[in-house]
């Protein structure tokens, strides 16, 4: 059995970034799902619950965790190869050195922002995952989200990811071999729009600090964002 | 015409004896710059004044002195091939600098092309990554009458603008992690778009990433420094390609 | 000396087809046992290895580049001729081989030139193949255009950078064979000296250019695919490193050496600026396809272009050449500048240039067309004077820029010594007095691909040839020798530079033996000559050792070249007292100024043998048969 080709992909320059391109839009692709999820709780405690326990309740979503887990491992292997690797050819000793308008604060941040992501991964799952959940995703969410702490540590993650998105995305296409004249341009764009709206963690965590929900109740309204 | 107004300026230089003697940065004053020179040929008066002083002058490579050997290769004031866009340092003129002006010149500090002597690089290893596919086999006299392989025009267009690169190495001495994607990219691009060069598409991309991964170049992160300073404007399109052409054989080939 | 030429029997369009049936073949298990030194890597000496490498042969290539890929060919701009006559134009291999004949001033061998011509469709073939990337029309054939000196489109070309392509066509069709195991590449080896053994050219000295060690090879034949030498004017469009070195060294060894006077003079150069210049830029001469060349009609005018009106203006070419006007061949277009520069009506600030005005052109075509056809030569123009083209006219003088004579060869490209091939611009054989417009990369590539594969086979197959190695004594004497050059070029610690004598020298071609040559002016640098030359042995410095990277020893190993061969030059620009192509004699001239052949006494290659250290050069003759082509009076009016 020949697996060379399989080889290849942990081996080679190419192989690994292609690895890290398709788990990152994998990651990426969670990223939006999760931010829909969150915008249920403006539907209400009874509607986001439900979602959270039809999702506890149905078997697959435990395979689903250990894939995401996956994913999540071979992105920062994979990333933490090539950046490691990148550090030891790295050009070096430059007296003076001046970039020349390629990179931007998005792409010079990248280790940065991964390492803050993965802070902040952590941060969460111990806020939200690992704990006891008796009270109800609901109340454990919102109730969080009234903790100026949590909210800064909050909006700090959002936004190393909305910046790690802002290289990570069209970067990623850039590696598996997407650039046409035509596309690549709609491409940075898509890539930069899910960056921004990656800032929607941090604008429905803001929302419950301020305590906006709690004023619209008092004054009678219902906030439906999603009919 | 401004050649009656000759000016001075500082020069800060890396020195290194050899490849494994520790270097550093000198200082000269250069004298009666007029700014019609090119800064290679300022490098030229500084050299000949240290040889009428009987010292070693400034080792650093050119030869067309035209922008299109590919020789000539030095960060001026951090800038890979000096300030001006889309040339070669052989290119720059001292009118882009001014009276007392302190201009830093270093070699590429790249791992993979190791300093031979002050600003002298060894970029050998471009030539073993182009032994390693980047060719077509044909042998002389074997090959069919040129107009019988018709080539779409705009395919012809891009393949040549990927070829137009000059081997300097500026893309490597720019990028943050040393990589050679850009020339790499660049000839298997070259050679995909050809039609002459399809029966070897996936074998040439397979083994020239691999003989680049071994030469000791970076990866690429997609910070495009490399296409920013391309004196030949080679675009990162190319290193797409050659990402697809790698992917593609990885899977699809035989190989 | 003895000149055979080896030209073959028959009727000339059969030549090279006879010949080939004649030369010896040698067996295919056999070719790997012969060691090929192929010196240089520009377009001749990187197909013929990739060539001979392809046939089996043991094949060694050296450069004194970092990488076999920066050879001067890499800097041709315009393209390569073939006979293709795709565009049907009536063109045929017949009409290149007259055209190539005709524009070198018959003063080519015919025979040669023809072979060049018939392999010229074999060279477009093989590049195409193996991804040359030439212009292409819409529906994907290859695209020509017109050029200097022919009433025809058959230039094929790869935007303004057809050398570079070519080059690395050829280069990569070398490292196929590097990766193959029958090339190996030596680069930064200057070849210091050639070796021979029982009357036969067996082995080279190199230098390697960072250790400075002195390195020995052995081999069954030495290809010197080395360039030219047109460096020897200083000034010139050649890159820095181009030399007259391997050359020379084979012309002491016994090589002849052919009209070293035919030297071509580019018109479309860039004028130099000051005393700093170190190289002089060519702009292709499409240029002078929409511009118009001019100057004030007053002496030392020194109003601007703008304010010098249309009447006071003398657009000498077209005034001189009705019928060509602006597209007159490169020596005459030369020689008409130089004429209205000494005369005293030079432009610009030093006077040494004329006006290359695009005014009119932007007029009838507007300035979009213009910057389409030749943007990037604005923009070249631009960057190395500041100066907008677009706005105020272009200034340009001609410049050296290639050199037709070179290592006499016979029909198989073999010089007078037995088993030393010389290929490309090194020869002499196809271009006569003037070299036409994208002819040079046709013949790089006829000789390297194509020619040198089957004769060097030949030579091989004929001989016998006993053992030889890089121990053998003939080596280490070599090597003796050139240390003993070093030493003593390093011992000498004087105040000059090399650079400086070189310009020095440079100034001596420039002026006495230049563009306009007479009796006096050359006698007069017969006696400078000597002199500089005789001041470098005295007074040249190169600091640092000689075993080390010393780019100063490189360049004055060169330079001491350079002001032995310079004199023979001369001493051939002397001797040939005619007017013909590059070489123009002011005895020999019209009463219009025009140039004047004298097929009489000089229908023949002089070829000059060397007697040894201090003694005078001898001259031999081969007489050049034209069967084939009726001789005429060159005439572009």
Not at chain 3, 243 to 262: D, L, M, Q, R
Not at chain 3, 555 to 567: G, S, W
Request: net charge neutral; aromatic share 10%.
């Amino acid at each position: 059995m020949d697996i060379t080709f399989v080889k290849r992909l942990i081996t080679t320059s190419i192989g690994r970034k292609a690895v890290m391109a398709v788990s990152g839009l994998l990651l990426g692709g969670f990223m939006l799902v999760h931010l829909a999820e969150n915008l249920l709780l403006f539907k209400g405690e009874a509607s986001y619950n439900a979602w959270v326990d039809l999702l506890l309740s149905n078997p697959v979503t435990p395979l689903l965790e250990v894939g995401l887990l996956g994913v999540f491992i071979a992105h920062i292997i994979t990333g933490a190869w090539v950046r490691l690797e990148d550090f030891l050819n790295a050009p070096r000793g430059y007296e003076a050195r001046k970039w020349q308008g390629g990179r931007t604060i998005g792409s010079a941040t990248m280790l940065y922002t991964a390492a803050g992501i993965l802070a902040y991964l952590a941060y969460h799952l111990l806020t939200f995952r690992f704990v006891d959940h008796s009270m109800g995703f609901y109340q454990m969410v919102t109730s969080a989200f009234r903790s100026p702490v949590f909210v800064t540590i909050y909006i700090a993650g959002s936004l190393a990811l909305a910046l790690h998105l802002s290289h990570g995305m069209q970067s990623a296409f850039q590696t598996l071999g997407v650039n046409h004249p035509k596309y690549t341009p709609l491409i940075k764009a898509g890539g930069l729009l899910v960056a921004v709206t990656m800032t929607g963690f941090a604008l429905i965590s803001l929302y419950y600090l301020a305590g906006i929900d709690l004023k619209a109740a008092e004054a009678g309204y219902q906030v439906v964002v999603i009919q | 015409m401004n050649s009656s107004k000759h000016f001075s300026v500082i020069v800060r230089v890396w020195r290194q004896a050899g490849p494994v003697e520790p270097g550093k940065m000198v200082s000269y004053k250069v004298a009666n710059v007029s700014p019609d020179m090119s800064f290679l040929e300022m490098l030229d008066i500084l050299n000949d004044s240290l040889l009428k002083k009987n010292e070693a002058p400034v080792a650093f490579e050119s030869d067309c002195r035209e922008g299109i050997c590919g020789t000539c290769g030095l960060v001026v004031n951090g800038d890979v091939h000096g300030p001006d866009e889309h040339s070669t340092v052989c290119q720059l003129h001292m009118r882009r600098f001014r009276d007392g002006d302190v201009i830093t010149v270093e070699p590429w500090r790249v791992k993979a092309f190791p300093v031979l002597k002050d600003l002298v690089v060894d970029r050998s290893a471009l030539d073993r990554m182009m032994a390693a596919g980047g060719f077509i086999s044909v042998n002389t006299g074997a090959a069919p009458e040129a107009n019988s392989i018709p080539v779409e025009k705009d395919k012809a267009e891009e393949a040549m603008d990927a070829a137009a690169c000059i081997g300097c190495g500026a893309c490597v001495a720019s990028c943050p992690n040393g990589a050679a994607m850009l020339f790499t990219g660049a000839k298997i691009s070259q050679l995909a778009l050809l039609p002459q060069g399809g029966p070897e598409r996936a074998a040439r991309a397979l083994s020239m990433v691999a003989a680049m991964d071994k030469e000791g170049f970076g990866n690429c992160t997609n910070e495009y420094e490399c296409e920013a300073v391309c004196p030949k404007q080679v675009k990162v399109a190319n290193i797409a390609r050659m990402n697809r052409e790698f992917l593609l054989a990885n899977l699809f080939s035989k190989r | 000396m003895k000149l055979d030429a080896q030209i073959p029997a028959g009727p000339i369009e059969k030549k090279w087809d006879a010949h080939k049936f004649n030369l010896k073949l040698v067996n295919p298990n056999n070719r790997r046992k012969f060691d090929v030194l192929v010196v240089g890597s520009g377009l001749a000496g990187a197909s013929a290895a990739a060539s001979l490498g392809e046939l089996g042969y043991n094949v060694k290539v050296f450069t004194l580049h970092d990488s076999p890929r920066r050879a001067h060919s890499i800097a041709a701009q315009g393209g390569i001729n073939a006979a293709k006559n795709y565009p049907n134009d009536g063109d045929s291999v017949w009409r290149l081989f007259h055209d190539t004949v005709k524009g070198g001033d018959y003063r080519a061998r015919e025979a040669n030139v023809y072979r060049l011509a018939q392999l010229s469709n074999q060279i477009i073939d093989h590049c195409a193949a193996i991804g040359v990337p030439f212009a292409r029309e819409y529906g994907g054939l290859l695209s020509n255009r017109s050029f200097g000196g022919a009433q025809l489109s058959r230039t094929f070309y790869a935007r303004g950078q057809t050398g570079q392509q070519l080059l690395l066509g050829a280069y990569s069709a070398m490292m196929r064979q590097v990766a193959a195991g029958t090339v190996t590449v030596f680069p930064r080896r200057e070849m210091v000296d050639l070796v021979i053994k029982n009357g036969r050219a067996r082995g080279i000295t190199t230098r390697n250019l960072v250790t400075g060690d002195l390195e020995a090879h052995s081999g069954h034949a030495v290809l010197l695919c080395t360039g030219g030498y047109a460096n020897v004017f200083y000034l010139s469009t050649n890159a820095a490193s181009c030399n007259v070195s391997a050359a020379w060294t084979a012309y002491k060894k016994g090589a002849g050496f052919a009209n070293p006077c035919f030297t071509q003079i580019h018109p479309t150069c860039i004028p130099r600026s000051g005393e700093h210049q170190s190289k002089l830029t060519l702009m292709s001469e499409s240029l002078r396809n929409d511009a118009r060349v001019w100057v004030p009609k007053t002496r030392a005018d020194k109003r601007t272009p703008h304010q010098i009106p249309e009447e006071e203006r003398d657009y000498f070419l077209e005034r001189r050449y009705p019928a060509f006007g602006n597209l007159v061949p490169r020596d005459i277009a030369s020689r008409a500048a130089k004429t209205v520069v000494d005369a005293g009506f030079g432009v610009g600030p030093t006077g040494q240039s004329v006006y290359l005005d695009f005014r009119d052109a932007i007029k009838r075509k507007g300035e979009a067309k213009i910057k389409d056809e030749y943007g990037n030569l604005f923009d070249m123009y631009y960057q190395i004077t500041d100066e907008n083209g677009y706005k105020t006219p272009m200034r340009i003088y001609p410049a050296p820029h290639y050199t037709m004579g070179g290592l006499w060869v016979d029909y198989n490209l073999m010089t007078t010594i037995p088993g030393l091939f010389a290929l490309g611009e090194a020869n002499f054989s196809d271009h006569g007095a003037n070299r036409l417009g994208a002819s040079a990369l046709m013949q790089g590539l006829a000789d390297g691909f194509f020619i040198a594969p089957s004769t060097v086979g030949g030579y091989l197959a004929a001989n016998k040839f006993e053992a030889a190695s890089a121990l053998d004594p003939e080596f280490s004497e070599s090597a003796k020798q050139v240390q003993a050059k070093i030493n003593r070029l390093i011992s000498i610690k004087g105040d000059k530079t090399p650079s400086e004598l070189h310009r020095q020298l440079g100034n001596v071609m420039w002026n006495d033996a230049g563009m306009g040559r007479t009796e006096a002016s050359l006698k007069k640098a017969l006696k400078k000559i000597p002199e500089i030359r005789e001041e470098f042995w005295k007074n040249v410095t190169i600091a640092g050792a000689d075993k080390d990277f010393n780019q100063t020893l490189e360049k004055a190993m060169k330079v001491a070249d350079f002001l032995e061969f310079a004199e023979l030059f001369v001493r051939d620009a002397l001797e040939r007292k005619e007017s013909c192509g590059g070489h123009f004699r002011e005895e020999s001239c019209t009463a219009e100024g025009e140039a004047r052949r004298d097929d009489a006494n000089f229908s023949h290659a002089a070829v000059w043998g060397y007697q040894g250290e201090g003694k005078e050069a001898v001259l031999n003759k081969e007489p050049l048969e034209f069967e084939n082509i009726k001789m005429a009076e060159r005439s572009y009016k």
